[in-house]
C-alpha cells in the first residue's frame, strides 16, 4: 500500500512539472528580468553636428556714418542791391559757370561804357602823340602823360567789369540746387542767402572707428555702406584720414567717397558702414551658440565614436553668428550642435543631423 502510494505521488510530481511550462508560470518570471535588463540600459542623446572646415575670414568692423555732399555751398551775393533775374529752378541740376541771379547794375553798367569811350579816344590820342614824339615833335613827358592817361581808362574798365561781376551769382561747380530763399525784386546783400548748391556724385561717407583699429586703416582700403530700408549696397574708397585722436570719443575720424550716379546717397542721412581690416584665408569658423563658456573659458563638444567629449578652446575674431577657434579644433572635426545643455564628457550620442560648414 505504502509502495503504490509513493510511485502514485512521484507521477503526479512528474506530472506537475511537466505542466509548469505550458502554465506560462517560466514566461511570467522571466518578464520583468527583461524589463528590468531594458530599463537598465543608458539612452542615446539625439544631436545634430557641424563638420568644420577651414574658409576665408574677412574681419570686419561696422560702424554708424553719415552722407556728406562732395561739394556744397550757400550762395551769396558779393554785393547788395535789387534782384532783377533769377535764372535755376529749385531741385534742377546747373553746370558751371551758368548765371544763377543777377542784381540791378544800371549805373555800373553806364560808368563801363562812358569808360570805354574814354578808352577809345586815349587810344588815338596816345597814337597820335606817339608818332610826334618819333619826330622829336613833342617832349618824352607829353607822351608819357597821353600813356598814363589810357592805361588809367583800362584800369578804371577792368575795375568796373569786376564790380559788375559781383552783381551776378554764377555756379562754381556743376551740381544741384536746394531750395530758393528770394523772390524777384527782393533787395539782399552780402549776407543773404538766395540757395544752396549741392554736388552729390561722388558722395562723401563720414565715419569714426576706435582708435585701436588707427593702424589697420590706410588710404585706399574699401568700405561697403547700407542706408536704413534700402537693401542696396553701396561700395566706397577711403581717401582721407585725419591725422589726430578725437581726444574726448578716442575716435579717429574717416571719409570715403561713394559712387552716387543715381542720387540715392542724400546727404544727412545715416549709412551703416562695414571696413574689412584683414582677410584670414584659412580660418576655423563655429557657431556661437555651440560655445559654451565657463570659469576655465569656452569649450565645446565634438563627435567622437559615438560619444561626445569635451574640447577646450581659444577663440579670437567674432562675427554676426561665428567665431574663429584659434585653438583646440582642427579642420574635419565634428561639432555638435544642439543639445548643448544636456551634453556632459563620454555621455553616448546619436548623429540625427550633419552638414559641412559654408565655405
Not at 574681419?59 to 556714418?65: E, Y
Not at 561713394?258 to 582677410?279: R, Y
Not at 580660418?283 to 559615438?306: N, S
Not at 578652446?313 to 584659434?326: A, D, F, K, M
Request: some cysteine; hydrophobic content about 40%.
Amino acid at each position: 500500500m505504502k509502495k503504490t502510494l509513493l510511485t502514485t505521488s512521484i507521477v503526479l510530481v512528474v506530472i506537475f512539472l511537466i505542466a509548469l511550462p505550458k502554465l506560462g508560470w517560466f514566461k511570467s518570471s522571466s518578464s520583468p528580468k527583461s524589463t528590468n535588463m531594458a530599463a537598465g540600459s543608458k539612452p542615446k542623446l539625439l544631436v545634430e553636428a557641424l563638420v568644420i572646415q577651414a574658409s576665408k575670414l574677412d574681419n570686419k568692423l561696422v560702424v554708424t556714418g553719415s552722407v556728406l555732399p562732395n561739394e556744397s555751398l550757400e550762395l551769396k551775393s558779393e554785393s547788395s542791391g535789387k534782384i532783377v533775374s533769377i535764372s535755376f529752378q529749385e531741385g534742377k541740376p546747373v553746370v558751371k559757370g551758368s548765371l544763377l541771379l543777377e542784381i540791378n547794375n544800371d549805373d555800373l553798367e553806364a560808368q563801363l561804357q562812358k569808360q570805354k569811350h574814354n578808352q577809345k579816344l586815349n587810344q588815338d590820342n596816345e597814337f597820335r602823340q606817339r608818332k610826334l614824339l618819333e619826330k622829336d615833335a613833342i617832349s618824352q613827358e607829353e607822351y608819357d602823360n597821353a600813356l598814363n592817361r589810357l592805361n588809367t581808362t583800362v584800369s578804371d574798365i577792368q575795375i568796373l567789369e569786376a564790380q559788375l561781376e559781383k552783381t551776378r551769382i554764377k555756379a562754381p561747380f556743376d551740381g544741384v540746387i536746394g531750395l530758393r530763399y528770394v523772390s524777384l525784386g527782393a533787395y539782399i546783400s552780402p549776407s543773404t542767402v538766395v540757395a544752396t548748391l549741392y554736388n552729390i556724385s561722388p558722395a562723401k561717407i563720414e565715419f569714426a572707428i576706435p582708435a585701436r583699429y588707427s593702424s589697420q586703416v590706410k588710404a585706399g582700403e574699401k568700405i561697403f555702406c547700407r542706408v536704413e530700408n534700402d537693401l542696396r549696397v553701396y561700395k566706397g574708397i577711403v581717401y582721407a584720414i585725419e591725422p589726430k585722436i578725437d581726444q574726448e570719443t578716442r575716435t579717429l575720424k574717416i571719409r570715403a567717397q561713394a559712387d552716387n550716379k543715381g542720387g540715392n546717397l542724400l546727404p544727412g542721412q545715416f549709412v551703416k558702414v562695414e571696413l574689412i581690416l584683414e582677410s584670414l584665408p584659412n580660418a576655423l569658423l563655429v557657431p556661437t551658440e555651440a560655445v559654451i563658456p565657463d570659469q576655465g573659458g569656452k569649450k565645446v563638444f565634438i563627435a567622437d565614436r559615438g560619444t561626445a567629449k569635451e574640447v577646450r578652446i581659444e577663440t579670437g575674431i567674432r562675427t554676426e553668428n561665428s567665431l574663429e577657434v584659434l585653438s583646440g579644433l582642427k579642420a574635419g572635426d565634428t561639432l555638435l550642435t544642439t543639445g548643448i545643455l544636456q551634453l556632459r564628457q563620454g555621455i553616448d550620442i546619436e548623429v540625427s543631423k550633419i552638414q559641412n560648414a559654408k565655405q
